[in-house]
């Protein structure tokens, strides 16, 4: 069941912004406006800060976005961006590249992009093989032309979006693509319209684990819109069970319906997300 936002009517003390329809929601972001320099603050780059886009290398994030972040990052305990993608193109992508107090986590978490700084370990020797053996893999299995494969460095993604039948497409890719994540020693992962092969132990709620253990936050917000969303919802959950306050926010759409079921609060898209940050960013400047 999709669940909607609503917009408080107390807005003397939060003025826009949207209220959780959850009990742990609404606890969530009480601890958040609470104690800001305690607050972490986690978003998802793809369909949450920026728009699905046909070429993901033209994706950016919306102007309204970008300013919420920077407006953020000096009032918020912690500010982090936490994506599939490459850790220093997300950075340029969101507009925080030169913004000191915003960390990227790229990767899922296997790079981090800090202070104009890269961190990454060695890739895994799998991936060398998956990347020289997908091109046949395709053939093999029949893709059509409008598959096409997005070489992310530390991952490989098989988009079917422009496919005569994207979900048709994926479907058929599926199994293989299984089979090669299996003898190669990667693990896949579904997506809006695309199969990522990436390292195992390499996704968004590990990193959120990581980040928490290292910053100690009050509280959480964590706000995604994909699949690959799922073990940061989980993982905020679990937080939230274990005494650390959290808040869920998806950015709505109608390919991920699933992720909406689990949300606290559930914006329209994009520019949804951005109002909710740059409410935060107005309370926690008091």
């Known amino acids: 069941m999709r669940i909607e936002a609503e917009l408080t009517t107390d807005r003397s003390a939060v003025p826009e912004l949207p209220q959780p329809t959850t009990e742990p929601g609404r606890a969530g972001l ?5 104690e800001p320099a305690r607050a972490l603050i986690a978003v998802d780059f793809d369909g949450t800060l920026s728009p699905i886009v046909e070429d993901p290398a033209q994706a950016r994030a919306t102007p309204a976005a970008t300013a919420a972040l920077r407006r953020l990052a000096p009032l918020a305990g912690t500010v982090a961006v936490i994506t599939g993608r490459p850790a220093a193109d997300a950075a340029r992508f969101a507009g925080v590249a030169d913004v000191q107090d915003v960390i990227v986590l790229g990767h899922y978490g296997r790079q ?6 890269l961190t990454a370990p060695p890739s895994p020797p799998g991936l060398a093989v998956a ?3 997908l091109p046949s893999v395709l053939a093999a299995a029949s893709a059509s032309k409008g598959t096409w494969v997005e070489d992310k460095g530390e991952a490989l993604a098989v988009h079917t979006r422009r496919a005569e039948d994207p979900p048709a497409e994926l479907q058929l890719l599926r199994d293989p693509l299984t089979e090669l994540a299996r003898r190669t020693g990667l693990m896949i992962e579904p997506g809006r319209l695309v199969l990522e092969l990436r390292p195992p132990g390499s996704d968004k709620g590990h990193a959120i684990r990581e ?4 910053r100690q936050p009050a509280a959480i917000l964590f706000c995604g819109d994909d699949l690959g969303d799922k073990p940061a919802f989980a993982a905020v959950e679990e937080l939230r069970k274990n005494g650390t306050a959290g808040l869920l926010v998806c950015s709505g759409s109608t390919e991920v319906p699933e992720l909406a079921a689990e949300a606290d609060l559930v914006v329209d898209g994009p520019a ?3 109002a909710v940050l740059a409410a935060l960013a107005a309370s926690f400047a008091g």
């Not at 981090?112 to 700084?117: A, M, T, Y």
């Open 30 to 34: 009480a601890a958040l406006i609470a």
């Open 272 to 274: 949804g997300v951005a």
């Open 211 to 214: 980040l928490v253990a290292e």
């Open 131 to 133: 990347r020289a053996e």
């Open 112 to 117: 981090r992009w800090e202070r104009g700084e």
